[in-house]
Structure formats: C-alpha cells, structure tokens
C-alpha cells in the first residue's frame, strides 16, 4: 500500500525566512498531493495542492513542487510569518485517487520566531 | 452553510462502554471519511464511504464501525472502547471527483 514519509519532524525558523517540508511516496499510481495546515486545536485546511501532470504550483507565498520520477513533493514557504506557525501536513492519493483516499504523512511542526 | 460538523466535542468513556460519533455535511459531498489522529502519527483512515448505503475499510478500521443511512450522515461507532481508542477523531467529505476534503472540528475523546 502507499506509504508517505514527511521530514523534518520539526523546523524552526525566522520571521521572512523561508521554510522548506519535504514529502515522498511509494505508490506510483498517486496522483494527487495535497497539503493541510493544521493550527493548534483546530482542524486541518488545504492550502495548496498539486495534481501529476503539473511539476509546481504557486498561490501566493506558497509553492509546491513535483518529482513524480522520483516520488517526492515538497512545500515552500517565503517570507515567512509568526500566523505560518502550525503543523503540515502533507499527503498522498491512493488507489490511483479513485476513491479520493489520502495517505497523510507524520506532520512538520513549524515554528516561526519574531 | 454549516459545512462538516461533529457531535460530540468531547467525550470520556470507560473501558467496554460504546458510543456513536456523528458526523454531517450540508455540502451534497458524496465522499465522506473517518480519520483518527495521534501524536505523531499524523492522520489515519479509519473507514470511508462513496456514497449513501455503502462503506469501506481505511488503514485502521479494527474495534470500529459506520454506517450511512442518509447521504449528509456518516455515523462511526464503537462497540466496545479501549484505552488505546484514545485520540481525536475527525470525520471529512470531498466531491465526487475528488479533490479537497474538508474537515469538521474533530471530536477528542478519552478512554478511561
């Protein structure tokens, strides 16, 4: 079955800086790659995603890059902000996203420090 | 438009006892999902549903049940609790196609 493995656990970083999650997946038939924030308390909302036949996609401060060759998606964050501060999560589909089930990775806490 | 809510917000059980966690979506979703999330362990599927009246098995549907009478519904229920149930559940819906789930504000509940 589809495995993903999401790094680094934890990460740590300066207000404007940049923040960099990366995600990879075994099942190649995956083709869909959403990511969720997850504040404190709260429940997890998309803020990006990216389907197999694009390699990246921008909104903003936010990216998302693909490397379906080599199963691994990454999220970008620029410039970042004290509200950027929650955990990530990223994902994967499985079977193909026939039934839209994702397969979601451990999570990254991001700490954004003033 | 409510989107996905949960009832209960929060619960305590004791070891044995069960218990139903309901799950509703006023977005006409056809595809609706039981996560259970753990310290670590980011989110888990527990059972999913493709549609009113059907159900199917997520990674960990073990001491687990569910049922979909009613499209906007999506019960899970458990029959018999045990400590290691403890966790925060969250159920989400999607369209047909696929695409964004969206989540309701989790239930967090306790095994005693």
């Known amino acids: 079955g589809e495995n993903v493995e999401q790094h680094p656990s934890t990460l740590s970083v300066q207000e404007g800086d940049s923040a960099v999650i990366k995600c990879t997946y075994s099942?190649?038939?995956?083709?869909?790659f959403p990511w969720y924030k997850q504040e404190l308390g709260k429940r997890p909302q998309l803020i990006i995603d990216?389907?197999?036949?694009?390699g990246e996609k921008k909104d903003q401060r936010i990216a998302v890059t693909l490397n379906k060759t080599a199963k691994h998606f990454s999220l970008h964050i620029t410039e970042t902000q004290p509200e950027d501060s929650a955990v990530y999560f990223c994902?994967?589909?499985?079977?193909?996203?026939?039934?839209?089930?994702?397969?979601f990775g451990t999570g990254t806490l991001l700490a954004v420090q003033p | 438009n409510a989107g996905v809510t949960q009832t209960p917000k929060f619960r305590v059980l004791k070891t044995g006892q069960s218990m139903t966690l309901l799950c509703a979506q006023d977005?006409?979703?056809?595809?609706m999902y039981w996560y259970r999330q753990d310290p670590g362990m980011g989110l888990r599927l527990i059972h999913y549903?493709?549609?009113?009246?059907?159900?199917a098995k997520g990674e960990v549907p073990d001491g687990y049940n569910v049922s979909r009478l009613k499209k906007q519904n999506f019960l899970l229920g458990l029959e018999s609790a045990a400590p290691s149930q403890t966790s925060v559940y969250f159920c989400a819906s999607s369209f047909l196609d696929g695409g964004e789930q969206f989540f309701g504000p989790g239930t967090r509940l306790t095994v005693l």
């Open positions: 099942d190649s038939a995956s083709n869909y």
């Open positions: 994902a994967a589909s499985m079977d193909g996203g026939a039934t839209n089930k994702l397969i």
């Open positions: 990216i389907r197999s036949n694009v």
């Open positions: 549903s493709v549609g009113e009246g059907t159900t």
């Open positions: 977005m006409n979703h056809e595809y």
